[in-house]
Nanobody, 121 residues
Framework: QVQLVESGGGLVQAGGSLTLSCAISGAIFSINVVGWYRQAPGNQRELVADINSFDMTDYADSVKGRFTISRDNTANTVYLRMDNLTPEDTAVYYC???????????????WGQGTQVTVSS
């Protein structure tokens, strides 16, 4: 069973910083891509950043230069450091991973439960 658990969300004032964590556990052969998504009330979920097994990263234009995604492969943990936060960053942030299970050759998507980030003006 594969599980993703996000943590680190909270309330921060504009200009502040938060670091989110995504802990991945289970019978895993490999973690190919991990992404952070966010969804504000009434809005669709959007990709914030992702990182692959070679530490290649991709960012949404709205967060590029402010957010940094990284991973600790040994600990199966992915981080999202968020700096210079704005109220527009307020959303529930979800961790998503494309994972190959130990006994199956195809990768599947898994989602965490989400963590709330609220940025006040």
């Amino acid at each position: 069973q594969v599980q993703l658990v996000e943590s680190g969300g909270g309330l921060v004032q504009a200009g502040g910083s938060l670091t989110l964590s995504c802990a991945i556990s289970g019978a895993i052969f490999s973690i190919n891509v991990v992404g952070w998504y966010r969804q504000a009330p009434g809005n669709q979920r959007e990709l914030v950043a992702d990182i692959n097994s070679f530490d290649m990263t991709d960012y949404a234009d709205s967060v590029k230069g402010r957010f940094t995604i990284s991973r600790d492969n040994t600990a199966n943990t992915v981080y999202l450091r968020m700096d210079n936060l704005t109220p527009e960053d307020t959303a529930v942030y979800y961790c998503n991973a494309k994972i190959r299970r130990s006994n199956w050759p195809r990768a599947s998507d898994y989602w965490g439960q989400g963590t709330q980030v609220t940025v006040s003006s």
